[in-house]
């Protein structure tokens, strides 16, 4: 009888073991994982993102401005809801934040969007993007050339401050109408025109003393005025 006892005791706390789901097993997927999405639209705005971890990847994607985020420029850190991640992935097997994309829709890059995210190499900004706040892109590692879509109108200060691997800023439409102070602080880049475009030879932009545009060559690609 002792021994039918324990058996049915034993079979008994299998089965309902057998119901406990075994948390600590489960692998979640990149698509479950809350720390790679979510939304970062101003107020009136209907924006998300998300990080592909597999390529290494920032999508920001919708309609309207992003919201304005905060930093500590002397410990270099930022709210940026992806900015944990781009300092130190959480997996192993994550690859490092190294290409930003800001898709279609989106107009504006907010003060210190991506300042900080030390491995990105690449930030794409779609035609629709006509703002770019303070401290943008500041310490990154941008590559060679950053490309500025032909609607920008404001670029804020510091916007690519520390940017030490940048060689050349590309302007595809007429010069900014407002451009903050240091904007290239810490580097020294080209800038780089399309023939046709208005502004870049006004002096009240290219005044070294207002540090408007500091650290920078003019390239003009053709004519432009």
Do not use: H
């Not at 006892?5 to 309902?16: E, K, S």
């Not at 310490?139 to 060679?144: N, R």
């Amino acid at each position: 009888r002792k021994i039918k006892r324990l058996v049915g005791i034993a079979l008994t706390l299998c089965m309902i073991l057998s119901t406990v789901p075994c948390t600590s097993l489960a692998v979640e997927t990149p698509e479950e994982r809350n720390d790679l999405k979510g939304f970062c639209g101003a107020e009136g705005g209907n924006l998300a993102w998300e990080i592909d971890p597999e390529e290494g990847t920032l999508t920001i994607s919708g309609n309207g401005k992003m919201a304005d985020f905060e930093a500590n420029e002397k410990e270099e850190i930022s709210t940026a809801p992806w900015f944990a991640y781009a300092k130190d992935p959480p997996n192993r097997k994550d690859r490092d934040l190294e290409k930003i994309i800001v898709e279609e829709g989106v107009t504006s890059v907010s003060n210190y969007a991506f300042a900080y995210c030390d491995d990105v190499k690449e930030i794409v900004l779609a035609d629709t993007v006509t703002q770019i706040g303070n401290s943008a892109f500041a310490s990154t590692d941008l590559q060679d050339t950053m490309y500025i879509p032909p609607n920008v109108v404001s670029i804020g200060d510091a916007a690519f401050a520390d940017c030490n691997y940048l060689d050349e800023v590309f302007f595809y439409g007429d010069a900014p109408a407002f451009v903050g102070a240091d904007l290239f602080k810490g580097n020294y880049v080209e800038i780089c025109c399309v023939a046709g475009t208005k502004g870049w030879m006004d002096s009240a932009a290219f005044n070294e003393q207002n540090r408007r545009w500091n650290g920078y060559k003019l390239i003009v690609s053709g004519s432009c005025g």
